[in-house]
């Protein structure tokens, strides 16, 4: 039972556009949703995290939607760069930080010049 | 910030040997270390939980005595892969939550790239 549903599989956006990065969980026990950020052969690195009693979470470029009701969250990357070319992956947490991360299956974007 | 080191970056063994990876938390205490997994162009898939001093909680189907971790010290976990096989061959992550730490944050190692031939 996939836990944490995220799409697109791949997204390609232009240099500057907005990228969208969608997930869905099932769990309402989840109390924690970080994003990471992996490049190739790398592990993962934190780029944002929320709660779920807050609704919208900016930090520079990277901004999280989150839709408790709908159990569903976003990653937008504002004034997308080439170097934001990566896989991206969602995540949640139960237990409060005694459990590990459930991640979505991930997103390979790519910013075109 | 806080830093976890990873060794080895990678690793080429033989089938049927024994493979050791490190985790070292370098700046922080590491209370709780888990151990990820992940195929190519897949997911991470959590193998196991540790805490410091106790034995290791193994999620559904990860066999124990297979993948054998340590977590002796409140700086330092060990997966040790017994008896390697091909299909054995992936990429592990370890990633460790801190002692007493603010906020939710769980710091990853950088992985090693695990290939049995």
């Known amino acids: 039972q996939q836990q944490v549903k995220q799409s697109p599989q791949s997204l390609i956006v232009q240099k500057g556009g907005i990228s969208i990065i969608n997930c869905a969980y099932e769990?309402?026990?989840?109390?924690?949703f970080p994003w990471y950020q992996q490049f190739p052969g790398k592990g993962p690195a934190l780029l944002i995290a929320i709660r779920p009693d807050v609704s919208e979470k900016k930090e520079g470029r990277f901004t999280i939607s989150f839709n408790k009701s709908a159990k569903q969250f976003s990653l937008h990357i504002m004034d997308s760069q080439p170097g934001d070319s990566a896989t991206y992956f969602c995540?949640?947490?139960?237990?409060?930080?005694?459990?590990?991360?459930?991640f979505g299956k991930g997103t390979h974007l790519i910013i075109q010049p | 910030g806080a830093v976890v080191s990873q060794h080895p970056s990678w690793v080429i063994c033989k089938s049927g040997t024994s493979v050791k990876i490190e985790c070292r938390s370098l700046d922080f205490q590491a209370t709780t270390m888990f151990w990820y997994r992940q195929f190519p162009k897949q997911s991470l898939m959590l193998m196991a939980t540790s805490n410091e001093g106790s034995k290791a909680t193994y999620e559904q189907g990860v066999e124990k005595d297979k993948f054998l971790i340590n977590h002796a010290s409140l700086t330092l976990s060990t997966l040790t892969v017994t008896s390697a096989h091909p299909e054995d061959s992936s990429f592990y992550i370890c990633?460790?939550?801190?002692?007493?730490?603010?906020?939710?944050?769980?710091?990853f190692g950088s992985g090693t790239r695990l290939t049995v031939v």
């Open positions: 990633s460790a939550r801190a002692r007493d730490r603010v906020g939710d944050g769980y710091t």
């Open positions: 995540a949640a947490r139960t237990g409060g930080g005694a459990d590990g991360l459930t």
């Open positions: 769990n309402t026990a989840f109390d924690y």
